[in-house]
Nanobody
């Protein structure tokens, strides 16, 4: 059974940093696309960042220059380093994976999802 488990969320002040982690099990994701999504209250889920292999990445415009996505294939893990956090980054953050190497930002094309971790940025 495939599982994605996020950790690292919490409460941080504006300008602070957090590092999210996603531990994967039940499948080796080294050759799959993995991504981070977020959903704020009353808003639709949106992509934050995605990665295929170790160096092909995508970032939403709203997080470019502040967030960094990375993966450790030996640990079957995904990370999101979030710096210079803003109140508008407040959301539940989800780890997701898509079978294959075609990077996509389309939410429906991701096959596996974690339960999410809350990130709250206070002003």
């Amino acid at each position: 059974q495939v599982q994605l488990v996020e950790s690292g969320g919490g409460l941080v002040q504006t300008g602070g940093s957090l590092r999210l982690s996603c531990a994967a099990s039940g499948r080796t994701f080294s050759r799959d696309v993995m991504g981070w999504f977020r959903q704020a209250p009353g808003k639709e889920r949106e992509i934050v960042a995605a990665i295929v292999w170790i160096d092909t990445t995508y970032y939403a415009d709203s997080v470019k220059g502040r967030f960094t996505i990375s993966r450790d294939n030996a640990k079957n893990a995904l990370y999101l380093q979030m710096n210079s956090l803003k109140p508008e980054d407040t959301a539940v953050y989800y780890c997701a994976a898509r079978r294959g190497t075609v990077l996509t930002t389309t939410i429906m094309r991701y096959d596996y999802w974690g339960q999410g971790t809350q990130v709250t940025v206070s002003s």
